[in-house]
């Protein structure tokens, strides 16, 4: 038991250096570019804080902070490889839009390869880009700390996000997702499924 509340930093304040996340950072410490690197450790962070604010597990946001973006740094012509390797299930906007692929993708590594079994963990990386709708409290952290983490660059809806993740989640979430599909929209990329679904579900919410 010892053994267990220290490999998972149980009764912990402090997720940043129990075993499990050491070997996680070593491992995607080569697979990601130092940026990168940088941004999971932030998302990481960020998603602790948010969940300490509302009640979720901080150990788990944390994990699923440091290995949402495992699959990232493939290239989009890897990333097919490897979703077929793995069996993700493919659908037609992912190969049109392979920026996508890195959630999904992710969230089989995580499972395959850095052993996580916990199903909110595995969704939260899962969704990190799309969103869901019903999406768990776990999910929406870990969405929303990808997008404020303090090592992002400016973005336009920066500013209001941050200031929505510890008001009100549900709130930032919608406006993440509004934000993120007009953006998308205005560049022409094909907006998937998942995302429309998902701010319908925020915007019935209200
Ligand atoms: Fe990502
Ligand atoms: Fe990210």
Redesign the pocket.
């Known amino acids: 038991v010892e053994q267990y509340i220290y490999k998972f930093g149980l009764y912990t304040d402090d997720s940043s250096n129990t075993p499990q996340v050491m070997e996680i950072n070593k491992k995607i410490h080569s697979l990601l570019t130092p940026k990168r690197f940088r941004h999971t450790q932030g998302v990481a962070e960020e998603a602790q804080k948010l969940a300490k604010l509302y009640g979720e597990d901080e150990y788990k946001a944390y994990i699923a902070g440091l290995l949402?973006?495992c699959a990232?740094c493939f290239t989009p012509h890897e990333q097919l490889q490897l979703c077929e390797k793995y069996s993700v299930e493919m659908d037609p906007v992912l190969y049109e839009q392979p920026a996508l692929t890195?959630?999904f993708l992710g969230a089989k590594m995580a499972e395959r390869d850095f052993g996580i079994t916990d199903d909110d963990i595995l969704n939260a990386i899962k969704y990190?880009?799309t969103g869901r709708a019903g999406m768990s409290l776990l999910e929406k952290i870990v969405y929303i700390a990808?997008c404020i983490e303090p090592n992002r660059e400016y973005y336009s809806g920066l500013k209001e996000i941050r200031e929505l993740a510890y008001i009100d989640i549900d709130k930032a979430m919608k406006f993440a997702l509004k934000n993120t599909l007009e953006y998308n929209t205005a560049k022409g990329r094909v907006i998937h499924p998942l995302s429309y679904e998902a701010l319908y579900d925020f915007e019935e919410e209200e």
């Open positions: 949402h973006d990232k890195h959630s990190h880009t990808d």
